[in-house]
């Protein structure tokens, strides 16, 4: 005689071992994924020697870029209340080849020129001696807060002024790795993996007056500073 309580566990059973299937296989694919990420992130960095080759032809800098004050405003008391201003960034080992041009009004007459620098260890380039690059990250002024200021690259994309830095590497690559740079700062584990020895900030900020140009210049060490010229 055929139990029907027996049955109905069983059918009740059903659900949940499904459920259960279902939830293992989430697993699996969602591990084999981060797996397939890390790897290929891994191979990027510490196996592929053309962007090795790449960041072995970083030289050292010069002239980055410039800014020009356009206007300013002042209040009754002469005291000027904001800065209209136009930043530059020109083509590296090549101050006159413009590649971003932007302009920006910022309260106050000081202003923050904020960049990210990236600075690479022997392992990384084929020649063993270190390498550094640059990322222009925002502008802001006194009265605003770093987080409030104006974007000048957008994350996690490729920089004009490297465009032609990783051209021997596939797309994926080139827009993995662009990616990876800007996430890795806040890695510490992952930089001493692949021998990136820091990813930190650079601000600049000065005092700008109409008539003066702001140009900017990173040294072989990774620092960007401002030298002032005037206007011709």
């Known amino acids: ?3 029907m309580k027996s049955v109905f566990k069983k059918v009740a059973l059903i659900p949940g ?5 279902v939830l293992i ?6 591990s084999i994924g981060i797996y397939r990420g890390g790897s290929t992130l891994h191979a990027l960095f510490s196996e592929n020697k053309k962007l090795k080759q790449a960041l072995t032809n970083l030289t050292e800098e010069g002239k980055i870029g410039y800014a020009k004050v356009l206007s300013q405003q002042t209040d009754e008391k002469g005291n000027v209340i904001s800065t209209t201003l136009r930043f530059v960034e020109t083509a590296r ?3 006159l080849t413009k590649l971003l041009e932007k302009e920006f ?9 904020d960049a990210l620098i990236v600075k690479f260890g022997n392992n990384m380039v084929m020649d063993g001696k270190k390498r550094s690059l640059y990322l222009w990250r925002r502008i802001y002024g006194e009265g605003l ?3 409030d200021g104006f974007a000048i690259e957008e994350h996690g994309v ?4 490297y465009k032609d830095l ?7 690559q080139r827009e993995l790795f662009w990616l990876s740079i800007w996430d890795l700062a806040n890695n510490p584990d992952a930089l001493r993996q692949y021998d990136i020895e820091a990813i930190y900030g650079n601000v600049t900020y000065t005092k700008l007056k109409k008539g003066l140009i702001y140009m900017f210049n990173l040294t072989a060490t990774g620092q960007i500073y401002p030298q002032v010229i005037p206007e011709i």
């Open 93 to 95: 080992g090549d101050g």
């Open 145 to 147: 807060a770093p987080q």
């Open 158 to 161: 490729e920089p004009q002024s």
């Open 105 to 113: 009004t910022i309260p106050g007459d000081i202003v923050h020129f």
């Open 166 to 172: 990783l051209r021997e590497l596939p797309v994926k």
């Open 1 to 3: 005689m055929l139990n």
């Open 17 to 21: 071992a499904i459920f259960s299937i």
């Open 25 to 30: 296989a989430a697993v699996l694919f969602v």
